[in-house]
């Protein structure tokens, strides 16, 4: 493991107090709104944006093909910011993590893994987390607020920068974004919608719709609302094949249990795409959710449903109060799903050495939900 240090990418840090509009925080039909507003023609976002996310420009005055009396003008009331690196840590297997700090107290993580087809990171979407998942480090650490539309595109923008800056020939960029990291994605509508609209637009991070993958837990009216807004990738929060287990593992199943979930993946699907598939992701839990009998009632659940499901090994945490399950349990449980035409992953844990792996990024929370109390009571699936 090794740490960088963190004087590097502060666009921004040097504004007076004059209150600016981010434009990072716009999108581009939000960026030529803006530009109408001031009386300027709408190419003006097309312009502004090959500047900030192709060549990675925060200085008005460097956008040469923009007239002096327009940079002059948004040099005053515009600014392009993103979250100011506190920390960046490098995995003994290749994987990066980095701290932002984003006011208040508060800090984000987010994590690039990089492996022979792709390079991913996992970016944050909250504060925290508003959900209470009782197996994940976020969820411990309570809840503060939404990120920003800046402050979720931001992190790409950032690391992009960064993995740049140490290899200049590009072949570490980032070729996939999943919106798995700190927070429920979808309790945060307002700036998730926009962030994702850059990400595969070509003006902006130009990525695939299909390499960009949004994690939801079940939040059921919002899957509807995301699949009508812009096309990208689904992944669900699984973790249970039936709702008395889910109830317990993932409490927002008590509000859209799993026949509701199902319904509405169902309807994420009914497109008549047949390449578009759900990747189910299914944290392993030692003798909780990862018996011969839970395998067979996903086996079950997911019907002929075109699917995937990522079996995640459980990354532990202090005073989680669960184990993860043993090898032999995980190729257990994944043959059984791929005996019965199931696709199945068993994921590699990557970056735990330095708390990067799934479910336990956790940064530093003012937590305004007061979390602790709940997890301060024995929960289902405690051991000593």
């Known amino acids: 493991m090794s740490t960088h240090p963190v004087t590097f990418f502060s666009p921004g840090e040097n504004a007076d107090e004059v209150e600016r509009t981010n434009l990072l925080d716009l999108d581009r039909e939000g960026l ?10 709408p190419f003006r976002a097309e312009q502004v944006m090959k500047w900030v996310y192709h ?37 003994a ?20 893994i990089p492996d022979e087809d792709r390079n991913t990171l996992c970016i944050s979407t909250q504060v925290g987390c508003a959900l209470d998942c009782s197996f994940c480090a976020t969820a411990r650490a309570g809840f503060n607020r939404n990120l920003t539309v800046s402050e979720i595109v931001g992190q790409i923008w950032m690391a992009n920068r960064s993995l740049l800056r140490d290899h200049p020939q590009g072949e570490r960029g980032v070729s996939n974004v999943v919106l798995m990291g700190m927070g429920e994605p979808l309790l945060n509508m307002k700036a998730v919608v926009p962030a994702l609209k850059l990400m595969i637009d070509d003006m902006a991070f130009a990525l695939s719709k299909r390499h960009v993958t949004v994690s939801t837990s079940g939040v059921v009216p919002k899957m509807d609302r995301l699949h009508e807004a812009v096309d990208v990738s689904l992944a669900v929060s699984l973790h249970a094949p039936n709702d008395t287990l889910r109830d317990e593992l993932v409490p927002l199943n008590k509000s859209h249990p799993l026949d509701e979930l199902m319904a509405a993946c169902w309807r994420w699907l009914a497109d008549g795409n047949r390449k578009k598939h759900i990747m189910f992701e299914y944290v392993m839990l030692d003798g909780v959710n990862d018996r011969p009998e839970h395998a067979h009632e996903l086996v079950s659940l997911l019907g002929n449903m075109p699917a995937k499901v990522n079996l995640i090994p459980f990354n532990p945490f202090e005073g989680s109060g669960y184990r993860r399950s043993s090898e032999e349990a995980i190729q257990r449980f994944a043959k059984i799903l791929r005996d019965r035409g199931v696709f199945a992953i068993a994921r590699r844990t990557r970056g735990d050495d330095i708390d990067a792996a799934c479910g336990q990024l956790a940064g530093e929370v003012e937590d305004r939900s007061k979390r602790w109390r709940k997890f301060a009571e024995p929960r289902f699936g405690e051991r000593a």
Not at 32 to 41: D, H, M, N, S, Y
Not at 59 to 88: G, K
Not at 93 to 112: P, Y
Request: hydrophobic share 35%; proline share 3%.
């Open 32 to 41: 030529r709104a803006f530009f109408v507003e001031l009386g300027e023609k």
């Open 55 to 91: 060549y990675g420009v925060t200085d008005f005055d460097e956008m040469t093909n923009i007239s002096r009396p327009l940079r002059e003008r948004l040099s005053e009331i515009a600014e392009i910011r993103a979250p100011q690196v506190l920390n960046c840590q490098d995995s």
């Open 93 to 112: 297997d290749g994987t990066r993590k980095w701290l932002f700090a984003i006011g208040g107290g508060n800090s984000i993580e987010c994590v690039f």
